[in-house]
């Protein structure tokens, strides 16, 4: 029995008995067991009970690419290149850096789980199977790196439309790449640029979004998380109906910053800018210091004003950004 399998049996969050799952699959409870077990290593919350079987706290719904593609106006799915689902690869945008030379334009991979997802500097990405959506895509540009200041605040907005368009309005964004609701990671962004720095180039820009959480994953990340079926009030839309949100806007709005630029952009961004007002701490190589958030300028760079009234522009290599205590 594959780990696969096990999951779309659970997914009615109705019990099972390991006697059912292993009949259904031909394969030995022990067999059933270890598949369980293996999940539950992955983060999966699989409840058991003596006489009651396995069961998973909630409903869910495993991710499809036709699915997910039969879900796009047809507008946008004209635009989308490939789009695949994997259950278990190292990483969304490694697998799509790597087929950079073969792949068409706004292609997409998706995961059900990731062994080796990626954060901004390096950071562990949690990424347990049928529970969120972990996603990259691929836009190619002609204008190099210069053109591309501002792309992951960019990529922030089209998420905060994503979001709106399933109902979820109180998401904003902090600077430079996390998603937030109520000061808790609802998601993250990492964008990776390959290519040449004046000519023909190409981002892969990663997004992995919070569906449903176990609490075990709130004890591991190490910083207030949150999730849709939180703000949803436990009952968040199908995850293929997710996935398609977050693949139109992506779409749409790569293909209108490679147009315009993060101008278009910008007061979308600043009405999402939860840092824009607030004291902050800055940390970067040339050590500590407090400010206020000014928003961004037309690169994309954080703008700040010192306690001494100076204003300082931060750029996101340099720099993180974390708020101040109450």
């Known amino acids: 029995m594959l780990a696969r399998d096990l999951l779309e049996a659970l997914a ?3 019990a099972v008995s390991g006697a059912a799952l292993a009949r259904k699959a031909g394969v030995t409870r022990a067999a059933v067991w270890k598949q369980i077990e293996a999940l539950r290593l992955k983060g999966v919350p699989i409840e058991a009970k003596v006489g009651g079987g396995y069961r998973l706290p909630w409903t869910t ?46 292609s997409f991979v998706i995961a059900e789980a990731q062994s080796a997802g990626r954060g901004r500097r390096g950071r562990t990405w949690l990424s347990p199977p049928g529970m969120n959506l972990y996603l990259s895509a691929l836009k190619r540009f002609d204008g190099g790196f ?10 922030g907005v089209m998420l905060v439309r994503a979001l709106g368009e399933l ?3 109180t998401a904003g964004l902090k600077w430079p790449n996390d998603l937030l ?3 808790a990671k609802l998601g993250g962004i990492l964008v990776e640029l390959s290519g040449e720095y004046s000519g023909p180039c190409a981002a892969v820009i990663g997004v992995g979004l919070n569906i449903r959480l176990p609490d075990t994953l709130h004890e591991r990340a190490g910083q207030p998380i949150t999730d849709l079926a939180a703000l949803l009030g436990g ?17 749409e709005g790569l293909r209108t910053f490679e147009r315009h630029g993060f101008a278009a952009f910008a007061d979308e961004y600043a009405a999402s800018d939860l840092l824009r007002g607030e004291p902050l701490r800055i940390l970067d190589p040339r050590g500590e210091y407090e400010a206020v ?17 100076v204003r300082v522009t931060v750029d996101s290599a340099e720099v993180s950004v974390r708020r101040n205590a109450p």
């Open 12 to 14: 009615g969050g109705e």
């Open 235 to 251: 009952d968040p839309p199908g995850r293929n109906r997710i996935a398609a949100a977050v693949v139109t806007e992506l779409t």
């Open 61 to 106: 719904e495993l991710l499809e690419s036709m699915r997910i593609r039969a879900a796009l106006d047809p507008g946008i799915a004209a635009h989308v290149g490939m789009l695949e689902v994997h259950w278990d690869i190292d990483s969304t945008s490694s697998e799509l850096a790597r087929r950079i030379p073969v792949l068409d334009d706004l």
């Open 146 to 155: 210069a053109a591309l200041s501002g792309l992951s605040l960019a990529v």
């Open 293 to 309: 958030g000014e928003g961004v300028d037309d690169r994309g760079a954080l703008c700040v004003r010192s306690p001494d009234g």
């Open 181 to 183: 609701a109520g000061n």
């Open 167 to 169: 109902g979820i309005r």
